[in-house]
């Protein structure tokens, strides 16, 4: 992650109106530590209009949004989110931008880690670390694998909210309000919790600015250097096949380090010391994504700042609606969910909407269908795309398509999770196209919340250290597993386009 602090960088901030009550002014107020002439062009959004503001969405049917009882209390929460720093800066946007260009055509592999839904009570430095150096672990099997640069994401540090199928919930005759997510209201059954408070969004703001603070730390202050890839290891892993496979891989890379410092090369050159990571969540809660949106006067472009990248989400992916809207204006990279209800003319229309310059690197489709329906949809899909000649980057969601109840549990099977990303490789192959990602739910924790692997999970362990507050995640273990199971297919299609090459 790259803080950008170069004397251009500098962002406008405007006050939130809320859904409901009359906006209140957008004079823009510029923001920077160097004093600049104001501009008086229009600020215009990727696809060259000049109409969009953080509020065009308002004018959109909207849904999965939080019914507050108290509507100005929204309005204080969110002016004082409005009023806070950016937790991210336009430049580091468009740097991944870039890194998501080249995955598009091969040249990266986008890594999507980390947990369902973030939450206030399990928040910690030690967690995050744990996520952290998992992710880091995983990019070196896939670059040791792959043989290209690894574009590591972390669903960190915003991805609070998530999306019900119904909006109240049922025990024992009683009927309360689903849970939405720490960010909207709380998971105990209880009248209270269950009630939405707009305070919650500033608490949310604050725990991911935190949280962002130690991930700029690790990724520059020597933690994610690569000399210490050895030392990156988990505590509860170093006794598992996974954890002794990650051994050697990182046993190898120190053994090629030693030898590029005997040939003269500099280890404090900063792609030994340093790592770029960025973060990412689900487009959700359009009131708190209002009140961090900026303008970056560099560009003269409007910016959602609440993450470098954000999605839409199966529920709210409707063309027509204010998700879209919302995504359509800000500059960041975004991604769309879609599963096999997407007809192949409506994936065209949508990715023509977010993207009309065509921009590499700006979307990518996030597919998440279940192995069998993705063998059925997914080319479909890639052929009409194709034919556009539109440039997306394809990403495997494994997860969403394979959720099942087990003995009242929600949870999903690693198999089932295997299965979907080696259809996804697969059909891409098949098709002679990129994939260019995978997309997890996942901790660094030593959880048993998804059945099988090499952890070997049975379902009588689902209870046993069943800690998500919302959909079943891949353990340390498992999620390692997959890593090594994406770097074969990896090393698998670098090696037939090289077979192609020579033939």
Same mark, same amino acid.
């Given at each position: 992650?790259?803080?950008?602090?170069?004397?251009?960088?500098?962002?406008?901030?405007?006050?939130?109106?809320?859904?409901?009550?009359?906006?209140?002014?957008?004079?823009?107020?510029?923001?920077?530590?160097?004093?600049?002439?104001?501009?008086?062009?229009?600020?215009?959004?990727?696809?060259?209009?000049?109409?969009?503001?953080?509020?065009?969405?308002?004018?959109?049917?909207?849904?999965?949004?939080?019914?507050?009882?108290?509507?100005?209390?929204?309005?204080?929460?969110?002016?004082?989110?409005?009023?806070?720093?950016?937790?991210?800066?336009?430049?580091?946007?468009?740097?991944?931008?870039?890194?998501?260009?080249?995955?598009?055509?091969?040249?990266?592999?986008?890594?999507?880690?980390?947990?369902?839904?973030?939450?206030?009570?399990?928040?910690?430095?030690?967690?995050?670390?744990?996520?952290?150096?998992?992710?880091?672990?995983?990019?070196?099997?896939?670059?040791?694998?792959?043989?290209?640069?690894?574009?590591?994401?972390?669903?960190?540090?915003?991805?609070?909210?998530?999306?019900?199928?119904?909006?109240?919930?049922?025990?024992?005759?009683?009927?309360?309000?689903?849970?939405?997510? &720490?960010?909207?209201?709380?998971?105990?059954?209880?009248?209270?919790?269950?009630?939405?408070?707009?305070?919650?969004?500033?608490?949310?703001?604050?725990?991911?600015?935190?949280?962002?603070?130690?991930?700029?730390?690790?990724?520059?202050?020597?933690?994610?250097?690569?000399?210490?890839?050895?030392?990156?290891?988990?505590?509860?892993?170093?006794?598992?096949?996974?954890?002794?496979?990650?051994?050697?891989?990182?046993?190898?890379?120190?053994?090629?380090?030693?030898?590029?410092?005997?040939?003269?090369? &500099?280890?404090?050159?900063?792609?030994?010391?340093?790592?770029?990571?960025?973060?990412?969540?689900?487009?959700?809660?359009?009131?708190?994504?209002?009140?961090?949106?900026?303008?970056?006067?560099?560009?003269?472009?409007?910016?959602?700042?609440?993450?470098?990248?954000?999605?839409?989400?199966?529920?709210?992916?409707?063309?027509?609606?204010?998700?879209?809207?919302?995504?359509?204006?800000?500059?960041?990279?975004?991604?769309?969910?879609?599963? &096999?209800?997407?007809?192949?003319?409506?994936?065209?229309?949508?990715?023509?909407?977010?993207?009309?310059?065509?921009?590499?690197?700006?979307?990518?489709?996030?597919?998440?269908?279940?192995?069998?329906?993705?063998?059925?949809?997914?080319?479909?899909?890639?052929?009409?795309?194709?034919?556009?000649?539109?440039?997306?980057?394809?990403?495997?969601?494994?997860?969403?398509?394979?959720?099942?109840?087990?003995?009242?549990?929600?949870?999903?099977?690693?198999?089932?999770?295997?299965?979907?990303?080696?259809?996804?490789?697969?059909?891409?192959?098949?098709?002679?196209?990129?994939?260019?990602?995978?997309?997890?739910?996942?901790?660094?924790?030593?959880?048993?919340?998804?059945?099988?692997?090499?952890?070997?999970?049975?379902?009588?362990?689902?209870?046993?250290?069943?800690?998500?507050?919302?959909?079943?995640?891949?353990?340390?273990?498992?999620?390692?597993?997959?890593?090594?199971?994406?770097?074969?297919?990896?090393?698998?299609?670098?090696?037939?386009?090289?077979?192609?090459?020579?033939?």
């Amino acid at each position: 992650m790259k803080l950008q602090t170069s004397q251009g960088q500098a962002l406008r901030t405007s006050r939130p109106a809320v859904r409901g009550l009359p906006a209140l002014s957008r004079r823009p107020v510029r923001v920077s530590a160097i004093a600049a002439p104001e501009k008086q062009s229009a600020p215009a959004s990727l696809n060259g209009t000049s109409n969009w503001q953080p509020t065009s969405w308002r004018s959109k049917p909207v849904v999965q949004q939080p019914e507050y009882l108290d509507k100005q209390e929204v309005l204080k929460a969110c002016e004082e989110i409005a009023r806070m720093p950016p937790l991210i800066f336009a430049g580091e946007c468009r740097t991944l931008q870039s890194r998501l260009a080249k995955a598009s055509t091969g040249d990266a592999f986008v890594l999507f880690g980390g947990d369902c839904a973030e939450a206030f009570s399990q928040f910690s430095a030690n967690r995050i670390r744990d996520l952290y150096r998992l992710l880091l672990q995983m990019s070196i099997v896939l670059a040791f694998g792959g043989g290209v640069p690894i574009v590591k994401l972390g669903r960190i540090a915003g991805q609070f909210a998530k999306p019900r199928s119904a909006p109240t919930e049922t025990i024992g005759g009683v009927t309360l309000p689903a849970y939405r997510g &720490d960010i909207i209201n709380g998971p105990e059954f209880t009248d209270e919790a269950r009630r939405c408070d707009p305070w919650r969004l500033v608490r949310a703001y604050n725990q991911s600015a935190a949280t962002l603070n130690l991930l700029r730390g690790f990724s520059y202050g020597g933690y994610a250097g690569l000399s210490r890839v050895s030392q990156w290891e988990l505590e509860f892993m170093k006794n598992t096949p996974e954890g002794h496979a990650y051994m050697d891989i990182a046993k190898r890379v120190d053994e090629a380090i030693q030898f590029m410092i005997a040939c003269g090369m &500099d280890t404090n050159m900063p792609f030994m010391r340093e790592t770029e990571f960025y973060t990412c969540h689900e487009c959700l809660l359009l009131d708190y994504e209002e009140a961090l949106t900026r303008l970056d006067s560099t560009t003269d472009k409007w910016y959602g700042c609440s993450a470098h990248f954000l999605w839409c989400g199966e529920r709210t992916r409707q063309l027509d609606h204010a998700h879209v809207e919302f995504l359509r204006g800000v500059n960041n990279p975004i991604g769309v969910k879609v599963s &096999d209800k997407m007809d192949p003319n409506d994936i065209v229309s949508l990715i023509a909407s977010v993207n009309p310059s065509n921009t590499p690197g700006r979307l990518s489709i996030i597919v998440r269908m279940g192995a069998k329906a993705l063998r059925a949809k997914l080319p479909a899909l890639i052929e009409a795309v194709n034919r556009s000649g539109q440039v997306v980057t394809w990403v495997c969601d494994p997860m969403h398509g394979n959720t099942e109840t087990v003995s009242g549990f929600k949870t999903r099977r690693y198999e089932n999770i295997r299965s979907e990303i080696e259809a996804f490789f697969d059909v891409h192959e098949k098709m002679g196209t990129v994939p260019g990602g995978v997309h997890l739910e996942m901790t660094g924790d030593n959880v048993t919340e998804c059945i099988g692997g090499g952890a070997s999970i049975s379902e009588d362990d689902l209870n046993s250290r069943y800690h998500t507050h919302c959909d079943p995640r891949l353990n340390a273990e498992q999620s390692l597993e997959i890593a090594f199971y994406v770097a074969q297919r990896l090393r698998q299609r670098r090696e037939n386009l090289a077979a192609k090459t020579t033939a």
